[in-house]
Nanobody, 124 residues
Framework: QVHLEESGGGSAQAAGSLTLSCTASGDLCTRDMSWYRQAPGAYREFVARIDNFGQVTYADSVKARFTISQGEAGDTLYLQMNDLKPDDTATYYC???????????????????WGQGTQVTVSS
């Protein structure tokens, strides 16, 4: 059973900092992990990704402010958030993938795995 659990959320003032963590239990089929966020009444949006080669990608809204990184074993994900803004207020989710199977058939490392989320609130 694969499980992702986020932690580190809380309240911060504008221009402050927070660091989020995501820990995986059970075996994921890839080191490719991402952060997403969702504000109340809004769609879930991409924040940052680190792929199997260590290449990182950021949404334009967080570029130069947030840094995604990964532990040596690949089962822990971090998001360092600096210069926080009120618009960063959202529930932050960790995402990776597990193998999808259809009986004897292997659908590949393609089935999304999500954590429960951690709340980040930034006040002006």
């Amino acid at each position: 059973q694969v499980h992702l659990e986020e932690s580190g959320g809380g309240s911060a003032q504008a221009a402050g900092s927070l660091t989020l963590s995501c820990t995986a239990s059970g075996d994921l089929c890839t080191r490719d992990m991402s952060w997403y966020r969702q504000a109340p009444g809004a769609y879930r949006e991409f924040v940052a990704r680190i792929d199997n080669f260590g290449q990182v990608t950021y949404a334009d809204s967080v570029k130069a402010r947030f840094t995604i990184s990964q532990g040596e074993a690949g089962d822990t994900l971090y998001l360092q958030m600096n210069d926080l803004k009120p618009d960063d207020t959202a529930t932050y989710y960790c995402k990776s993938y597990r193998i999808q199977k259809f009986g004897v058939y292997n659908g590949g490392c393609s089935l999304d795995v999500w954590g429960q989320g951690t709340q980040v609130t930034v006040s002006s």
